[in-house]
Every structure is written in C-alpha cells, then in structure tokens.
C-alpha cells in the first residue's frame, strides 16, 4: 500500500514537472514574423529549418521588393499596416525606415553584400559581359532586356546605363519588371537578357547564369536585418538576427551566391 503510493506521488510529481517544462518551453517560444527582399530569399529559407533545430522559436517569411511601389513591396505592405518583427532588404532601404521609426534604431545588423549579374534563357548564346565595351555592347544587341524594380534595377536605370551613355537605346528595349523574379521573365522567352542580384538569378530554372557585370560598374549592396517598432518579440527577434550573421550560417549564404559580413552585433 505505502509502495503503491510511493510510486503514485512520484508519478504525479514526474507529470508536473513535464508539465512545467512544456509550459515554460510554451511562453518562451515565439512566432517571429519576417519579410524580406529577394537578394537574401533563398538563403534564408534555407537558413530558417537550421535555426529552428536549435530554438523553440518559429519564423514565419514573407517576402517583398526592398523599394517601390508595387503591392507586394516591403514599403507598401508597411504602410498598409502589414505587422512584422523583423525586416531583411537592401541597407539603404532600411536606413530609411529606421530614420521614419518603423525600424528601432541600433537594431541594423549587416548580414551580406550582394552583386548584380546577368543571365540567359537556358541553351541561348551567352554574349560577352567580362569588360565594360563588352557589356555596352551585349547590351544594346539585345532585343529585349529585363531588369529588377529594386535596388540592382535602380542602380542600372538611373545610373549604369546614362553611364555607359546608352540610356536612351536602353529606355526602347529594357523593362522594369515588378512582383516577379527577372530569371523567370527570362526563362519564359520574354526578355533576351536579364540584370538582377546574382543570389536572385540563380535558383531560377530555365536560365543560364553569365557572370557578375564588371567591376567597374559593380554595384555591391549591403543587405541587413533591422527589428522593427514591434516590441512584441524583441528577444526572438535578436536571437534569429544573431544566427543569420553567425558563422553557422555562412556555407548556406555562399551557396545562395552572396557574401557573408560577419558583423559585431550591436547589442
């Protein structure tokens, strides 16, 4: 009888006990809310089962251009009220939420720098882009040229093409291509060439990649995380930011065809 209840009370003691575990593991847990722009996409879809493995919290992506107007935008979704925790776009971008109050200031985290390359449809002859003449000129033998509406597409409209002063051959045969990947337009046959970030381009099937542009009309761009005015999830937030600038994540972000910064985490 006294064994019996013995082993009763250390059941019950041994079930509370779970219970309180589950129940802490329950409050600590969060749902991080991220959106991000395309550069760093396909790394973080692969770097978010990793960080998952190690924390109790779950990230939930969406995605968005770092710029413009389109509907699916980083900077229309916000101001349609759109609620996250953290946002991943072009530095520049972010800097200028930051400076607006939608991103907390001292939460900028540098986590990769992105080049732009160019690809063709897959079994298309691949022009020559290694030099600058050669690039002037594989572009104005294009027939059609396709370009993102971010950041790497800024940089070509409003200032490589006036650069190689081929800015109004460019304004009949290049287009801005909105809410989708410049890779796919490509694939499909409706561009001859396409100009996007090379982490971008080159998960996209159907296309061939040619190589990044020159270096001297390179653009490299900074991607970073910022936590936002959100203070929900303030902790989780900077636990996942501090996995995706660790030296963890770097096999994953190379793969996607970008550089690791490695920064000093500001808090």
């Not at 600058?132 to 040229?145: C, D, G, R």
């Not at 304004?171 to 291509?177: C, D, Q, V």
């Not at 996995?243 to 920064?263: D, E, M």
Request: net charge positive; no cysteine; glycine share 6%.
């Amino acid at each position: 009888m006294r064994e019996s209840m013995l082993i009763r009370l250390i059941k019950n003691a041994l079930l509370a006990f779970t219970a309180s575990l589950l129940f802490s593991a329950s409050v600590l847990a969060a749902d991080i809310q991220v959106i991000t722009s395309g550069a760093f996409a396909e790394a973080l879809k692969a770097l978010v089962p990793e960080y998952e493995k190690q924390s109790p919290n779950k990230v939930i992506i969406s995605y968005g251009s770092s710029m413009g107007t389109a509907p699916d935008s980083i900077p229309s979704r916000l101001s349609r009220g759109e609620k996250f925790d953290v946002l991943i776009l072009a530095s520049p971008a972010l800097d200028g939420f930051i400076q607006s109050g939608s991103v907390q200031q001292g939460t900028r985290v540098d986590l990769v720098a992105s080049v732009i390359g160019a690809a063709v449809k897959t079994g298309a002859p691949k022009p020559d882009i290694s030099s600058v003449p050669a690039l002037k000129q594989a572009l104005l033998n294009a027939k059609s040229v396709a370009y993102s509406a971010s950041a790497s597409g800024t940089y070509l409209s409003t200032e490589l093409f006036p650069k190689l002063g081929i800015a109004e051959q460019m304004s009949k045969t290049a287009k801005k291509i909105y809410s989708e990947r410049v890779g796919t337009v490509v694939a499909r046959g409706d561009a001859e060439l396409g100009f996007q970030q090379v982490s971008e381009l080159i998960p996209i099937p159907g296309i061939d990649f040619i190589g990044e542009i020159p270096p001297e009309v390179q653009q490299t761009v900074l991607f970073s995380a910022g936590i936002t005015s959100n203070d929900a999830n303030i902790k989780a937030s900077r636990d996942l930011i501090a996995f995706l600038a660790s030296p963890k994540a770097v096999p994953t972000i190379q793969k996607a065809g970008l550089k690791p910064v490695l920064p000093v985490l500001p808090w």
